[in-house]
């Protein structure tokens, strides 16, 4: 396993806080009860869940440069805010795609809560496992640093060639499984995600959206994931950037949910974003880019595509061709 300057009270607090803040959020989610979450309320949720990351990268940065000094206190946290941008960002993906199995599943707005919560709760399990695994091949086989990056080189130049298709649903491996092997309901039963009947055990729709939202997250996570390694190898930083961006999914779903269209050119800022990390891993052993160009770089692509989405509307970029 990699370097790292988490020690294990840090590694503990942190597994806690994770516990603690969602509890926290499955107790909002039942005061909510079965009413649908406003663009308000979900604007207030994803600024408590980037303050308390910011508020993280403080505290660590304080307790690095009491203990080891002010370089490395500086270098860590840049590597976790660069991170943290990078994941927060891809995730911006993962949220069109459960778009669109919401839409193709016909999930009522108070379901949706639910759903993401429980695909959050997979996803923060699933990526803990697979960002362990990826820090101890990394320490085994340094090559794999190229492997990744290569790969997100070719990922970015498919995401930004025109012509690609939207994922079609109905033909996930995953959903085919369930719908040959599980009894499935044909209709919602309130947030249940299963029930019996006569003895036998049948899965609603919302179960079935669930495990299509966990299974999403971590196909995007081998994009994700590799790109993060390329900003660092410290499995403490590659953790928490990683799970705080997770962690906030839910509440920038439903801020971004009624937005997706007005940000039809983020695709190329992400697939720029891809391509630059992929080039950063391909010439590290030539050509070291700082972290902090790194965090301006992905900083500067993501705000350009952003402002050129506002600026030039979707409709009027079709007008034109």
């Known amino acids: 396993m990699a370097e790292s300057i988490g020690n294990l009270w840090w590694w503990v607090g942190f597994a ?8 926290v959020d499955l107790v909002a989610l039942e005061k909510k009860g079965g009413r649908a979450v406003t663009a308000r309320q979900a604007l207030a949720w994803s600024a408590l869940w980037v303050s308390l990351a910011l508020i993280f990268c403080a505290i660590l940065w304080g307790w690095l440069d009491h203990s080891v000094g002010r370089e490395v206190a500086n270098l860590k946290a840049t590597e976790f805010l660069t991170g943290y941008l990078i994941e927060k ?8 795609v459960f778009l669109m199995i919401f839409t193709a599943f016909v999930v009522p707005a108070e379901q949706q809560k639910k759903a993401l919560i429980v695909g959050v709760i997979l996803a923060v399990v699933l990526r803990a496992v697979m960002i362990l695994i990826g820090a101890w091949l990394i320490s085994q086989f340094s090559w794999i640093l190229y492997v990744f990056g290569a790969f997100l080189l070719v990922t970015g130049i498919k995401m930004a060639l025109p012509g690609e298709h939207e ?10 499984w369930m719908r040959g092997h599980l009894k499935i309901l044909p209709q ?11 003895g036998v055990r049948w899965f609603t729709p919302l179960f079935v959206v669930v495990v299509l939202i966990g299974v999403t997250d971590v196909i995007f996570a081998v994009d994700s994931i590799p790109a993060i390694f390329a900003v660092t190898t410290d499995p403490f930083i590659v953790m928490t950037s990683n799970i705080f961006a997770i962690l906030g999914l839910r509440a920038l779903y439903f801020l971004l949910a009624d937005m997706a269209s007005r940000f039809h050119l983020l695709k190329y800022g992400l697939a720029a974003v891809l391509c630059f990390i992929g080039v950063k891993m391909l010439i590290v052993k030539w050509f070291h880019i700082p972290v ?8 500067g692509i993501l705000a350009v595509s952003i402002v050129a989405s506002l600026l030039r509307p979707e409709q009027a970029t079709a007008g034109n061709r």
């Not at 960002?89 to 069109?96: G, H, T």
């Not at 994922?167 to 085919?176: G, R, S």
């Not at 039963?189 to 029930?195: A, F, N, Q, T």
């Open 292 to 299: 902090f160009v790194s965090l301006g770089a992905v900083a």
């Open 89 to 96: 960002s891809l995730s911006v993906d993962n949220i069109f």
């Open 188 to 198: 919602y039963d309130g947030d249940r995600l299963s029930v019996w009947k006569d």
């Open 16 to 23: 806690v806080f994770v516990v603690v803040a969602i509890v």
């Open 167 to 176: 994922p079609d649903i109905e033909q996930n491996p995953v959903l085919k």
